[in-house]
């Protein structure tokens, strides 16, 4: 008789267990508490700009390997584009300086020992001084690790750190660091191409796998919250949605659990989760970028941090920004368009006013990558044996990135499938 896998929560962890599974025979039944699926990684229709926008601007890398898996599973992979070498560019609004990092296309990272292809006026010696962060501990601090300071830091480490632990680097997990220069800086161009979702999260990333699931006669239920769950002999029994809505679990069928840490210390007393948490803000104009834009920019010396340009639009990401959650929505708007004016190359009438905007301001967009937080990430295992848990916040070795949720998500189907071979 074939078995269900409960997959609670269509985020992107969720949904990589549910393709998982769903590939290795169960039949899965998705069970989502919002009207969308996706999560924080999604596509939604604003009306400010008229424009279909991403909550987030989410950067993955060629090396992203199970990030990459999963849009492949899916049928979607082809939707991630990017440029055939790892090259990116920045720019000082401060000074106007531009300049371009090449990291090619090979294994090893060449680059530092070309002039041309390094950071300005840094020399081989500022990048053996990242050493330490490569074997690196979670619990130790990254401003403990390296020097966080001198040019090398201030034009590459600090933006690549800010952006992947979302707090302000010398505060944040040497491991997580770690984890993160292995996977790219170390391992060379051609795992450090930036892939961006052209179409939008949804069209790339949720919207295929749902579609996936349906068409195979899975099931993916939006608004359909778990309330509560009962536990029999050590396995989850049944599934609680409100009122009458209770599902049995039978011998053999398996939860997978991918909500946020907020619900799931709700669902799961006991169950530790981080608690502290760091703001993202994003912003998008309506406009066209101006020619030969870089499809993604750093931006040094500003409150604009990345800038993205897409064929209708410029777009924002701010991490750590819990400073302007609170600032009045017009001002910061200025603020950060008088960032892109300089960074993208806007002038004239085009600059002296607003465009159609939009500001997104996620509040606890991850939880901040610090030793003592990371120390609070439960592994996939529960204390139920049939009940597995999967999200970005979870132990996955890795800071609250894509490709750490869909790692998250296999790793928990792994496990189911691991408990069914005789």
């Not at 017009?330 to 500001?359: M, R």
Request: hydrophobic share 40%.
């Amino acid at each position: 008789m074939q078995k269900t896998a409960h997959i609670i929560g269509a985020g992107i962890s969720g949904l990589s267990a549910a393709v998982r599974l769903a590939n290795a025979g169960f039949k899965v039944a998705v069970h989502e508490a919002t009207q969308q699926a996706g999560g924080r990684c999604r596509s939604y229709f604003d009306g400010a700009t008229n424009l279909t926008i991403d909550n987030g601007n989410h950067l993955l890398l060629s090396g992203n390997s199970h990030a990459r898996a999963y849009a492949r599973s899916i049928g979607s992979e082809a939707g991630l584009v990017g440029p055939d070498s790892a090259q990116f560019p920045f720019v000082d609004i401060k000074t106007g300086q531009r300049w371009q990092i090449d990291l090619g296309t090979g294994r090893l990272p060449t680059w530092v020992l070309d002039e041309g292809r390094r950071v300005p006026d840094t020399g081989l010696t500022d990048y053996l001084k990242l050493a330490p962060l490569i074997w690196a501990s979670e619990d130790t601090l990254v401003g403990k690790s390296i020097p966080c300071e001198g040019v090398l830091y201030q034009r590459l480490v600090q933006p690549l750190l800010l952006a992947a632990l979302n707090v302000d680097p010398p505060e944040g997990s040497a491991g997580l660091a770690g984890a993160i220069v292995r996977e790219t800086l170390l391992a060379g161009g051609q795992a450090c191409r930036p892939l961006i979702a052209r179409d939008g999260l949804s069209a790339v990333l949720i919207e295929p796998a749902v579609k996936f699931l349906q068409e195979r006669g899975h099931t993916v239920q939006l608004g359909h919250e778990l309330r509560s769950f009962t536990s029999t002999d050590g396995k989850a029994s049944a599934l609680n949605f409100g009122g009458e809505d209770v599902v049995q679990i039978g011998e053999g069928d398996v939860v997978v659990m991918a909500v946020p840490p907020r619900a799931a210390a709700s669902l799961l007393p006991g169950v530790k989760t981080p608690t502290e948490y760091r703001a993202i803000v994003n912003a998008h104009f309506r406009i066209t970028p101006p020619p030969a834009s870089a499809p993604i920019l750093g931006v040094i010396g500003g409150v604009v941090e990345w800038l993205f340009a897409f064929p209708n639009r410029f777009s924002v990401t701010i991490s750590n920004s819990d400073r302007l959650v609170d600032m009045p929505r017009e001002e910061l708007a200025q603020t950060i368009w008088n960032d892109v004016c300089k960074a993208g190359g806007v002038s004239g009438e085009l600059s002296t006013q607003l465009p159609p905007w939009q500001i997104v301001r996620e509040r606890r967009a991850t939880f901040a990558a610090t030793p003592a937080q990371n120390a609070l990430r439960p592994g996939p295992v529960t204390a139920l044996k049939n009940l597995f848990l999967a999200g970005d916040w979870t132990a996955t070795g890795l800071p609250a990135t894509i490709e750490g949720s869909v790692r998250s998500g296999d790793r928990a189907a792994d496990l189911v499938l691991a408990a069914k071979r005789p």
